[in-house]
């Protein structure tokens, strides 16, 4: 879904005071800018520049010259060799540059048609190719294409390095960015030059219309329910509790539960699905400039607890994912099958500012029930099983039969006596 790792929180009140620091940071130890009829009679008009201030924000803790600023400004638009430059793409340029040097990549400032994007992200439909993308060692790339979607069917995998969108590289490109150029109308093409351990290929796409199906269910031999989640998304929690229903009245004797390319959603859904099996214990813990600062705990009814399951991630689980697959691991109610998860352990803040523009900052990371980081680690299996690309191809799924195995010989957690 071409779309950004949750959970990402949207914050309103902060908006005037973010477009006022802003805007004033802008401004300090400088002069308010005059037009030519202000100058010859020496009034003083905010014409073109606004929010200039000679106090810094009291966020600024050391002496700096920020006249530095409008000098290097000045230069570009008197010596660069092509004029005139366009003063809004100059402070949208600078303003991509104060968000980067947090060295952070999923700290990003939006230029409005950006922002319109990300907001349309969060509604769960729109026309696309139906992949998760994210940055990983400053490179991006799929984080997981979404079942039965165009990405899905082109053959994209998790982990794919996304080197060139059509004729444009990704050097140095934003989730964001990508996201703007590589949606589009349905009954499009998009190419993605992909980067695999093999060699590069390029993937043509046709886009489509994008509707993410939360939760799906289905039944094995010897009374084994498989939970699949997809996304975490507005109604998870609805169609995750009707699954959990369905399987109490079944009787299920075991359960695999498959987060598998889930790039992650909302945090209340997760919190949600993994009280299922640990009640309002703790889920995940928020830990913010070294201080634990919120627990969220679980809010399903626990009607899971005490049946055997066997959850599977790979690499394309990331976020929420990762929060629900941490919880049950940590409370030995389930064992964790597949590879390493994407690792994908951190809180976004989203504001608005002023002009269309937005701002996502990362201002915490999560941490499993056991003080376990998430962020860049992601989740260790208790047993690692590879999927191929030679496996995916001929439709076998090592990983599935492995969680079988588990459920089927009394392996899989919860064992007698124990949560």
Do not use: C
């Not at 043509?204 to 199906?213: A, G, L, N, P, W």
């Amino acid at each position: 879904m071409e779309s950004f790792q949750g959970p990402v929180r949207t914050t309103r009140f902060w908006l005037a005071v973010t477009v006022i620091v802003a805007i004033v940071s802008f401004g300090i130890g400088n002069r308010v800018a005059l037009s030519e009829a202000d100058a010859e009679t020496g009034a003083t008009t905010f014409f073109r520049v606004r929010g200039i201030g000679s106090d810094a924000p009291s966020t600024v803790t050391s002496t700096i010259d920020f006249q530095q600023f409008w000098t290097l400004w000045d230069l570009l638009k008197t010596k660069y060799y092509k004029q005139p430059l366009d003063d809004k793409a100059m402070l949208y340029g600078a303003m991509h540059g104060l968000a980067a040097s947090t060295g952070d990549p999923y700290t990003n400032f939006f230029e409005p048609s950006v922002a319109e994007e990300f907001a349309k992200s969060l509604e769960g439909k729109f026309e696309g190719i139906g992949a998760e993308i994210g940055i990983r060692d400053n490179q991006l790339r799929v984080i997981a294409p979404l079942p039965e979607t165009p990405a899905a069917k082109a053959g994209l995998l998790p982990g794919d390095a996304i080197l060139m969108v059509d004729a444009t590289s990704t050097e140095g490109m934003s989730v964001e960015e990508a996201v703007a150029i590589i949606r589009g109308p349905k009954g499009t093409t998009v190419t993605l030059t992909i980067g695999r351990n093999d060699g590069t290929k390029e993937i043509s796409i046709v886009r489509d219309e994008i509707v993410v199906k939360s939760v799906s269910v289905e039944y094995l031999k010897d009374d084994i329910a498989v939970i699949r989640i997809n996304h975490f998304n507005s109604d998870t929690s609805v169609e995750f509790s009707k699954a959990a229903d369905e399987i109490v009245v079944k009787g299920s004797k075991g359960i695999i539960l498959d987060l598998r390319s889930n790039p992650g959603g909302f945090l209340d859904r997760a919190t949600y699905v993994a009280g299922e099996w640990v009640g309002s214990r703790t889920v995940v813990s928020e830990r913010r400039q070294g201080t634990i600062t919120d627990e969220y705990r679980g809010t399903g009814s626990a009607r899971l607890k005490g049946l055997p399951t066997v959850v599977l991630v790979d690499g394309g689980s990331a976020s929420a994912s990762e929060i629900v697959a941490g919880a049950l691991q940590d409370y030995s109610v389930a064992t964790i099958v597949g590879t390493q998860t994407f690792g994908k352990g951190s809180v976004q803040d989203y504001t608005d500012l002023a002009d269309g523009t937005a701002v996502k900052i990362t201002i915490a990371e999560w941490l499993t029930p056991n003080g376990r980081s998430i962020n860049d680690i992601g989740i260790e299996p208790d047993i690692i099983v590879e999927r191929t690309e030679e496996d995916f191809n001929e439709q076998r799924d090592p990983q599935q039969d492995k969680a079988v195995e588990l459920l089927t010989t009394g392996q899989a957690a919860p064992k007698t006596g124990t949560e």
